[in-house]
Protein backbone atom coordinates (compact mmCIF):
# COMPACT_ATOMS: atom_id res chain seq x y z
CA UNK A 1 0.00 0.00 0.00
CA UNK A 2 1.51 2.94 -1.39
CA UNK A 3 1.64 6.35 1.05
CA UNK A 4 2.35 9.54 0.55
CA UNK A 5 1.52 11.73 3.96
CA UNK A 6 2.62 15.71 3.65
CA UNK A 7 2.79 18.12 6.92
CA UNK A 8 4.07 21.63 7.74
CA UNK A 9 1.60 23.85 6.71
CA UNK A 10 0.09 26.61 8.10
CA UNK A 11 -0.44 30.58 8.66
CA UNK A 12 2.03 32.41 8.35
CA UNK A 13 2.92 36.26 7.01
CA UNK A 14 4.38 37.73 4.19
CA UNK A 15 8.48 37.07 3.94
CA UNK A 16 8.50 34.05 6.55
CA UNK A 17 9.57 30.09 6.17
CA UNK A 18 7.67 27.65 5.99
CA UNK A 19 9.37 23.69 5.55
CA UNK A 20 6.61 21.24 4.06
CA UNK A 21 7.71 17.53 4.80
CA UNK A 22 6.03 14.36 2.43
CA UNK A 23 6.77 10.74 3.72
CA UNK A 24 6.65 7.97 1.37
CA UNK A 25 5.78 4.53 2.42
CA UNK A 26 5.00 1.29 0.87
CA UNK A 27 7.82 2.19 -1.54
CA UNK A 28 10.99 4.04 -2.91
CA UNK A 29 10.53 6.62 -5.75
CA UNK A 30 13.33 8.23 -8.19
CA UNK A 31 11.35 11.02 -8.67
CA UNK A 32 9.71 12.79 -6.23
CA UNK A 33 7.85 16.51 -5.99
CA UNK A 34 5.57 19.14 -4.82
CA UNK A 35 2.39 20.77 -6.63
CA UNK A 36 -0.03 22.95 -5.55
CA UNK A 37 -3.66 24.08 -6.19
CA UNK A 38 -4.85 28.05 -5.30
CA UNK A 39 -8.47 28.60 -4.69
CA UNK A 40 -9.88 28.52 -8.27
CA UNK A 41 -6.83 27.68 -10.25
CA UNK A 42 -5.24 24.49 -11.91
CA UNK A 43 -3.27 22.70 -9.65
CA UNK A 44 0.55 23.61 -10.85
CA UNK A 45 4.08 22.03 -10.65
CA UNK A 46 6.27 23.59 -7.93
CA UNK A 47 9.41 21.61 -7.94
CA UNK A 48 11.06 18.04 -8.14
CA UNK A 49 13.67 15.81 -7.32
CA UNK A 50 15.72 12.67 -8.02
CA UNK A 51 16.50 10.13 -5.70
CA UNK A 52 20.25 11.13 -5.96
CA UNK A 53 19.71 14.86 -6.34
CA UNK A 54 21.41 14.91 -9.50
CA UNK A 55 18.22 16.43 -11.13
CA UNK A 56 15.64 19.13 -10.02
CA UNK A 57 13.16 21.28 -11.23
CA UNK A 58 11.72 23.97 -10.12
CA UNK A 59 8.56 26.14 -11.67
CA UNK A 60 10.06 30.12 -12.31
CA UNK A 61 8.41 31.84 -9.49
CA UNK A 62 9.40 29.73 -6.78
CA UNK A 63 13.11 29.85 -8.15
CA UNK A 64 15.42 31.32 -5.75
CA UNK A 65 13.45 30.91 -2.78
CA UNK A 66 11.92 26.92 -2.65
CA UNK A 67 14.51 24.39 -1.84
CA UNK A 68 13.87 20.96 -2.52
CA UNK A 69 15.32 18.15 -0.76
CA UNK A 70 15.06 14.41 0.27
CA UNK A 71 16.39 12.14 2.89
CA UNK A 72 15.99 9.02 1.15
CA UNK A 73 16.82 6.58 4.68
CA UNK A 74 13.54 8.27 5.84
CA UNK A 75 11.96 7.99 2.36
CA UNK A 76 11.07 11.65 3.10
CA UNK A 77 10.97 14.73 0.75
CA UNK A 78 11.54 18.69 1.85
CA UNK A 79 9.84 21.67 0.68
CA UNK A 80 11.66 24.31 2.10
CA UNK A 81 9.89 27.60 1.51
CA UNK A 82 11.55 31.11 2.44
CA UNK A 83 10.31 34.88 1.72
CA UNK A 84 6.97 33.69 1.10
CA UNK A 85 4.61 35.88 -1.03
CA UNK A 86 0.69 35.88 -1.03
CA UNK A 87 0.60 34.31 -4.38
CA UNK A 88 1.99 31.00 -2.55
CA UNK A 89 -0.80 30.35 -0.81
CA UNK A 90 -2.73 27.00 -1.75
CA UNK A 91 -3.08 23.30 -1.09
CA UNK A 92 0.35 21.61 -1.57
CA UNK A 93 0.34 18.00 -2.37
CA UNK A 94 3.35 15.66 -2.73
CA UNK A 95 4.16 13.58 -5.79
CA UNK A 96 6.11 10.61 -6.68
CA UNK A 97 6.75 8.91 -10.11
CA UNK A 98 6.92 5.33 -10.51
CA UNK A 99 9.04 5.16 -13.51
CA UNK A 100 12.19 6.90 -13.12
CA UNK A 101 13.37 7.07 -16.82
CA UNK A 102 13.97 10.18 -19.00
CA UNK A 103 13.77 13.86 -17.66
CA UNK A 104 12.13 15.37 -14.57
CA UNK A 105 8.27 16.14 -15.59
CA UNK A 106 6.31 18.37 -14.47
CA UNK A 107 2.24 17.50 -16.10
CA UNK A 108 0.30 16.04 -13.30
CA UNK A 109 -0.67 13.50 -15.36
CA UNK A 110 3.40 11.74 -15.13
CA UNK A 111 2.82 11.05 -11.25
CA UNK A 112 1.37 8.02 -10.07
CA UNK A 113 0.82 9.14 -6.52
CA UNK A 114 -0.41 11.76 -4.44
CA UNK A 115 -0.91 12.91 -0.67
CA UNK A 116 -3.48 14.58 0.20
CA UNK A 117 -2.73 17.94 0.33
CA UNK A 118 -1.16 20.18 3.37
CA UNK A 119 -2.75 23.77 3.39
CA UNK A 120 -0.34 26.91 3.46
CA UNK A 121 -1.53 30.43 3.59
CA UNK A 122 0.73 33.35 3.23
CA UNK A 123 -1.26 36.94 4.85
CA UNK A 124 -0.06 39.94 3.53
Known amino acids: QVQLVESGGGLVQAGDSLRLSCVAS??????MGWFRQAPGKEREFVAARSWSGSSTKYEDSVKGRFTISRDNAKNTVYLQMNSMKPEDTAVYYC???????????????????WGQGTRVTVSS
Open 26 to 31: GRTFNI
Open 95 to 113: AARARGLGPITTAQATYDY
